[in-house]
Structures are given as structure tokens and as C-alpha cells.
């Protein structure tokens, strides 16, 4: 699957220009990748938040450069340190035949048995890497932990995988664990001490 997402060819310089663009409600990028040299680009900061929302970072993204179709996928991106806000892309062309690798999140499903009995579920892998052609990259892989119990675990070799797309993240990478609830004991410590004698005082 891919959506279309319309873009402009920009100037790179002055640097100010940058800013112009995102008081316009613009993103500058950039494209580089399969038979395509590097292009400055600008595109509406709305519409790419909603396609991302809508579809997530490993969609295929097809624009049209100089009457060009170019298929591209994010490859990197920076956000506003307090918005969040997207400031910058750079999108990779990608040839839709060829094997691509990404990252995708892992999303656990489910509540684990061993967590009904009392158990803590930890999570140590958040993502994995994907190996697919571009139209096949999933956006996440789901882990079901339904049935673990307390003192299992879930490797990268445990996951299924539903779709056209490879796991290639090292299989014995620890997923998720369910280990017993650490119950801190009060240490009552009882101090036995003997009654304090009074002796009646002797006559000189």
C-alpha cells in the first residue's frame, strides 16, 4: 500500500528560508535514495501528521518530483523539542522490488496469565528490525503474552510473524518476562532486655 503526498522542490539556500517555510505551515526535506540524486523538497506539516496517524512511519510514500513518481519511505526525521511538531524529513526512494530493512514496534496483546496471578510483565524489546519490500513493511509487530506465566519468557524466536516480512533482529533477543512480585519484608527486630532491678540500699 501506498498514499500520495504532495510535495515542492525548495531552495536550500538562504537558511532563513527554513523558517519562512514552518511559519507557513510548511516542512522542509529532503530525497535521496534509489535512482533519484539528492532534492530539497518542502510539504504541508497537516497533511504529513495526518497520513503518519493515519498509516504510520513505515508506509510508502509516493510523490512526484520534476513529473517524476518517486515511492519513498521515511528513513529519519527531527521534532520541535517542545512540540513534538516535525521540523525536518528525509525520505529515502526506495525500488519496490528490492528487500528493505526498518524498524517496527513491538506491541505486546493480551493480559499475561502470570500477571492475574501476581506476577510483574516486563518488556525489553521494543522494536525489531523488519526485512520485506516496501509494500509489505509492517508498522508493528503484535506479541501475544496471554498465556505466559510466571517464570517464562518470549524471545525474538517465539514471534510470529503475520505477513510477507522477515524478523532478521537476533532470535535469542529477550522480548518480554514475567518474574514474581518482590515483596519487600519489614524486619521486626524485637529487643529483649531485662527488667531493671532496684535494689534497696544498703545500711552502713
Known amino acids: 500500500m501506498s498514499v500520495s503526498l504532495e510535495v515542492s522542490k525548495r531552495e536550500v539556500r538562504p537558511r532563513s528560508l527554513r523558517n519562512k517555510l514552518r511559519h507557513e505551515g510548511k516542512i522542509p526535506a529532503v530525497v535521496n535514495g534509489y535512482q533519484i540524486e539528492s532534492t530539497t523538497i518542502s510539504l504541508d506539516s497537516a497533511e504529513i501528521e495526518k497520513v503518519l496517524r493515519q498509516h504510520g512511519l513505515n508506509t510508502v510514500l509516493t510523490m ?38 526498518v524498524e517496527a514496534e513491538v506491541v505486546l496483546v493480551g493480559e499475561a496469565a502470570g500477571v492475574r496471578a501476581g506476577g510483574v510483565l516486563t518488556q525489553t524489546l521494543y522494536s525489531v528490525t523488519v526485512a520485506a519490500t516496501p509494500d509489505k513493511l509492517p508498522e508493528n509487530v503484535e506479541v501475544d503474552v496471554t498465556d505466559l506465566e510466571i517464570g517464562q519468557s518470549l524471545s525474538v524466536a517465539d514471534l510470529k ?39 534497696e540500699k544498703e545500711e552502713e
Open 161 to 199: 510473524v503475520d505477513g510477507d516480512y522477515e524478523i532478521v533482529t537476533d532470535a535469542e533477543e529477550q522480548v518480554v518476562t514475567i518474574t514474581e512480585a518482590q515483596v519487600e519484608e519489614e524486619e521486626t527486630t524485637e529487643e529483649a532486655s531485662e527488667p531493671e532491678v532496684i535494689g
Open 64 to 101: 512526484s518530483i520534476d513529473g517524476k513518481k518517486v515511492n519513498t519511505l521515511i528513513h529519519n526525521y527531527t521534532t520541535d523539542t517542545f512540540t513534538s511538531k516535525l521540523t525536518h524529513i528525509e525520505f529515502l526512494s526506495v525500488n519496490m522490488n528490492e528487500v528493505t530493512e
